[in-house]
Structure formats: C-alpha cells, structure tokens
C-alpha cells in the first residue's frame, strides 16, 4: 500500500544563487509553507501544514532531486550537500549540487533562465498526524505531524500525484462524520419521542 504523498508549491520558486568567491552554486527554495492553504487538491479538498508538523522528521536522510527523479541526485542531508532548516515561513532547503556538465546544462541553466522555478517534496503522514473539517462544499486538511520526509525537489511542472493516501484519510473522516451525524441524529429522534410520551402522559 504506498502511503507517499507529494506535493507542489508554485507561489514560493526556488532559485539558483550564483557561486561566488570559490563558493559552489546552490539551490534554494521553500518545499512547504505554514499556515498556507493550498489550492484545491484532486477536486476535493484543499490542505494546510502546521507549524511543528517537521519537527520529527528533521533527522532524516533526504535527497534533493530534480523533478522527483532518483536518476538526477543533486544533495542529500546524510552527505551534508542539501541542508534542510525550519523558520517562521516553512521548509527551507539549501542544495549544493554536483559540479557536471549534465547537471549544469538539465538543471543549473533553466534555473538560471527562470525555466525551472518550481519546488516539491515527498513525505508520508503519521498516523494520526492530520485533521479534517468541513468548509463550506469542500473538506480542509491540516497535517500537524509527517512520518517521513523522502525529497525535496526543483520541479519543471507544478503537478500533484493521485495521492490515495490523502482520499484514504479523507474518506475515513467522512465516515466518522457520518457516524456522528447518524448518532445525533438518533439521540435527537429518541429525545423527542420521550418528549411526546411525557406530553401524552401529562394529558392523561
């Protein structure tokens, strides 16, 4: 049962900053946001991530990939070459990526160019880590705790995966709603019977 999720930020791009002094290149971007919403997710819900929601998963070992492709490593947190902080505004990753002509000319160059702007990771939620609630004709998602943080990714397109994880939680809450409303329901139910039969007992 795959359990990974992804998503897309398009509103906070990552950019490439310049070497400088002998300094390499690096990438830097935001791969989530607090407090944020996001647009509307699969047609059905839209999601927000709280602040602490990494706090667990910081010591991960992670990758920096390009467009989520293990065949385009460009950091990792275990070598020290993508370095991940957490700050008021989110997620923040710095990468240093390696010196080839591949990587400059698939990756560097359209950063450079503004042609990739994009940025994305892959996570998996704890158990229990998200809530639901029902806004209006759609349902709000807030993770307050992942299980994993997998990549951080400069992306080219801003897409989202079929993210059956997510419509699996989704659709439990929606039963446990439904569970309540039907207990509501029937409590209301019983308690107006009772009402009634003291009424009829009254006029008796």
């Known amino acids: 049962m795959n359990d990974i999720e992804k998503r897309t930020l398009v509103d906070q791009p990552c950019e490439l900053r310049a070497a400088r002094d002998e300094a390499p290149a690096t990438i830097v971007g935001y791969g989530a946001v607090f407090n944020t919403r996001s647009s509307l997710l699969f047609g059905s819900f839209y999601e927000e991530i709280a602040p602490g929601a990494f706090d667990d998963v910081m010591s991960d070992d992670v990758?920096?990939?390009?467009?989520?492709?293990?065949?385009?490593v460009l950091g990792r947190t275990r070598s020290g070459t993508l370095q991940l902080s957490i700050d008021s505004r989110g997620l923040a990753y710095t990468i240093t990526p390696p010196d080839t002509q591949t990587v400059r000319d698939m990756v560097l160059a359209p950063l450079l160019r503004g042609d990739v702007s994009g940025s994305s990771f892959r996570?998996?939620?704890?158990?229990?880590?998200?809530?639901?609630?029902?806004?209006?004709?759609?349902?709000?998602?807030?993770?307050?705790?992942?299980?994993?943080?997998i990549d951080v990714s400069p992306v080219t397109y801003p897409a989202y995966d079929d993210s059956h994880a997510a419509q699996r939680s989704l659709d439990a809450w929606k039963q446990v709603e439904e569970g309540r409303h039907l207990l509501?329901?029937?409590?209301?139910?019983?308690?107006?019977?009772?009402?009634?039969?003291?009424?009829?007992?009254?006029?008796?």
């Open 184 to 204: 509501t329901k029937a409590v209301q139910e019983r308690r107006s019977r009772e009402r009634l039969l003291e009424i009829i007992n009254l006029n008796l």
């Open 123 to 149: 996570f998996r939620v704890a158990d229990d880590g998200d809530e639901w609630r029902q806004e209006g004709e759609f349902a709000v998602r807030t993770i307050h705790k992942f299980s994993s943080l």
């Open 63 to 72: 990758r920096a990939l390009f467009n989520h492709d293990p065949n385009f």
